[in-house]
């Protein structure tokens, strides 16, 4: 363990402000770095972002492995908060002018961090864990290869050649997207401009404002979080730490007064905060053993992985793509293996380019505890049920701070008529991360084209749609099941369990919710069928969330945002035939960054008022 894991470890375990100030210390430059790259250079919306990076690990910090490595957790947030808050019209037009700027990049071949800012951590976080640990270790936080060897469990020869080889796979990941440097450049542009100094006076405010937030705050409420901490609790804080920088006597009675005032208005925030929490802690939880499930009327078979219903096509495009999309032959596919090695990556990305089921069954035998190898596996419905329930352990092993391994565990349970089994991998979904590896199947799928020779409109648009997605209809069927199961509560007479089933699938279907990188609009349908679902099982006129809503009012939200997205798809539908290479490339470029919705957006105010 890491000196900076055993900081992390002593402030979850024991709240100590201090092991989490030094983590501040630590790792504030880094953050910060990132941070205002991704958010254009804005120092103010950077700050806020670091800000609240800290709050949420403070805040998740008795949650996370002891084993995760602090740099990597908060580089890749860093990531995931910057995006969120750079989601919107300033954020549309900033990436239209990233378009003038690889232009530029392309005409000067020398890394410059400032033109590369915007996309540089983006490809630092499409990375294996293992090698973007590597960069993080060497570059963001400045280690030595010998430091940076420990920290691996390695040596510091094996240190430099991992270090090296990571290079050369963000080098990739930036030519692809015009950016033309060599990875002895950007190794230099790394070691002199992947951090940069934090604003003065910045970490004692994240740092009083994150064990603050740690102290009294749950996963359950990252909106109320970011209200205290964006604003009564950031000015009083700034004063705080003016106060003690220029010592006691300094400012007059005057303004000291003001200032207790401003800090005892906060503690009366804080205590109806911590009020509300408590009683959003209180809900109870679904009782074993759970009742038969009667399926009701609405029930469905589960759907084969050959084509979605009807409801989930999201456009005629998938449907006139989906059986059309070119296939690699053999010897593109070894080309391609030989230049990649046959890695656990590689070899998925070569069996879904060329349907080879050999290469399937050889990623499952040379590397079974893959996350993503099970995930494939899993979700192949060629496989026994016995095989399919030894995947889906291999995955739930593999990846088990994934939410996704549980909830498809779940539905196999609920299939086979173990209810109280499928119940349990629900409950240890609460709280976990969700992912589906969909944008890292894209990347590795379109190399695997681009490779066979196809030109990079082509490679991106033949990835980008061919990712299988079975992985929804089971999701959408586990919702179903879950509203039948609350149902079969409810009929026992225990209403309690039956919400709590309810609320499990509204939680569900928010996995989806909105718009992210790599994601196709049809994600989003399905969180709204799974959330409509479960939100129509229950009194209408119940209140939804803490801002006065109700059950009904978020039904017509939902309603809306469906409405929104096929009108969107429709408006996109004509146009997708027009567009030249170009086009195909910075839209894909969108989809890959932004998620389908803010490509089809891009595409609609570019060429839907002609």
């Given at each position: 363990m890491t000196g900076s894991q055993q900081l992390l470890t002593e402030y979850a375990q024991n709240g100590s402000e201090a092991a989490f100030r030094e983590l501040v210390t630590r790792y504030l430059d880094l953050v910060y770095s990132v941070a205002i790259r991704l958010v254009e250079g804005d120092a103010h919306r950077a700050e806020d972002v670091a800000q609240t990076v800290f709050v949420d690990l403070a805040r998740m910090a008795r949650t996370l492995s002891k084993n995760v490595m602090p740099g990597g957790w908060l580089h890749r947030h860093t990531c995931f908060v910057a995006a969120n808050t750079m989601r919107g019209e300033r954020r549309r037009r900033s990436r239209e002018r990233q378009a003038v700027e690889m232009n530029t990049l392309q005409e000067h071949p020398d890394t410059n961090p400032a033109l590369i800012g915007p996309i540089l951590d983006e490809a630092i976080n499409k990375l294996g864990e293992a090698d973007r640990t590597a960069i993080l270790l060497r570059f963001f936080e400045q280690r030595d290869f010998r430091s940076v060897g420990e920290a691996l469990g390695s040596n510091e020869d094996a240190a430099r050649m991992r270090v090296t080889r990571a290079l050369e796979k963000?080098?990739?990941?930036?030519?692809?997207?015009?950016?033309?440097?060599?990875?002895?450049?950007?190794?230099?542009?790394?070691?002199?401009?992947?951090?940069?100094?934090?604003?003065?006076?910045?970490?004692?405010?994240?740092?009083?404002?994150?064990?603050?937030?740690?102290?009294?705050?749950?996963?359950?409420?990252?909106?109320?979080?970011?209200?205290?901490?964006?604003?009564?609790?950031?000015?009083?804080?700034?004063?705080?730490?003016?106060?003690?920088?220029?010592?006691?006597?300094?400012?007059?009675a005057r303004q000291a007064s003001n200032l207790r005032d401003q800090v005892q208005t906060l503690q009366r925030e804080r205590d109806a905060v911590a009020k509300q929490l408590a009683a959003l802690s209180a809900k109870p939880t679904p009782h074993l053993p759970a009742p038969p499930m009667h399926a009701t009327a609405q029930t469905k078979a589960v759907p084969t992985a050959a084509a979605p219903p009807a409801d989930l096509q999201f456009t005629n495009l998938y449907a006139r793509f989906k059986d059309k999309l070119p296939k690699l032959t053999a010897e593109q596919i070894e080309a391609y293996l030989k230049a990649n090695g046959r890695t656990a990556s590689s070899l998925l990305a070569a069996y879904r380019s060329s349907g080879d089921p050999a290469l399937l069954q050889e990623a499952r035998q040379k590397y079974p505890n893959d996350p993503r190898v099970a995930f494939e596996a899993a979700t192949d419905k060629d496989l026994s049920p016995e095989q399919q329930r030894?995947?889906?352990?291999?995955?739930?092993?593999?990846?088990?701070?994934?939410?996704?391994?549980?909830?498809?565990?779940?539905?196999?349970?609920?299939?086979?008529?173990?209810?109280?089994?499928?119940?349990?991998?629900?409950?240890?979904?609460?709280?976990?991360?969700?992912?589906?590896?969909?944008?890292?199947?894209?990347?590795?799928?379109?190399?695997?084209?681009?490779?066979?020779?196809?030109?990079?409109?082509?490679?991106?648009?033949?990835?980008?749609?061919?990712?299988?997605?079975?992985?929804?209809?089971?999701?959408?069927?586990?919702?179903?099941d879950m509203v039948d199961l609350a149902n079969a509560y409810s009929q026992a007479g225990d209403q309690a369990s039956a919400q709590a089933v309810l609320q499990m699938a509204v939680n569900l279907g928010q996995r989806y919710d909105a718009s992210s990188s790599g994601e196709p609009v049809i994600n989003q349908f399905v969180s709204l069928a799974v959330e409509n679902m479960a939100l129509s099982a229950m009194d209408p006129n119940n209140p939804y969330g803490g801002t006065g809503q109700t059950v009904q009012d978020r039904l017509n939200q939902l309603a809306q945002q469906k409405a929104t997205l096929t009108e969107l798809g429709q408006r996109t539908e004509s146009l997708l035939e027009t567009m030249s290479d170009q086009d195909w490339i910075i839209y894909i470029d969108r989809f890959s960054r932004l998620g389908e919705e803010a490509a089809e957006q891009w595409l609609v105010n570019k060429y839907g008022q002609q």
């Open positions: 963000l080098h990739s990941l930036l030519k692809r997207r015009g950016v033309t440097t060599s990875a002895a450049a950007l190794d230099a542009a790394l070691a002199v401009g992947a951090v940069q100094a934090a604003p003065v006076g910045l970490a004692a405010t994240i740092s009083t404002a994150a064990a603050l937030a740690g102290t009294t705050i749950t996963a359950t409420t990252t909106a109320t979080i970011k209200t205290i901490a964006m604003t009564t609790l950031q000015k009083t804080l700034i004063t705080a730490t003016i106060v003690a920088a220029v010592g006691a006597g300094t400012y007059e030894q995947w889906l352990t291999a995955f739930e092993q593999a990846a088990p701070n994934n939410a996704l391994a549980n909830y498809l565990s779940a539905l196999n349970y609920f299939n086979s008529g173990q209810i109280d089994q499928g119940v349990q991998e629900l409950a240890a979904a609460a709280g976990k991360p969700f992912q589906d590896y969909g944008p890292d199947s894209v990347e590795d799928d379109e190399e695997a084209y681009l490779s066979a020779g196809y030109s990079a409109a082509e490679a991106g648009k033949i990835a980008t749609f061919q990712l299988p997605v079975p992985q929804l209809l089971e999701i959408k069927q586990l919702g179903q």
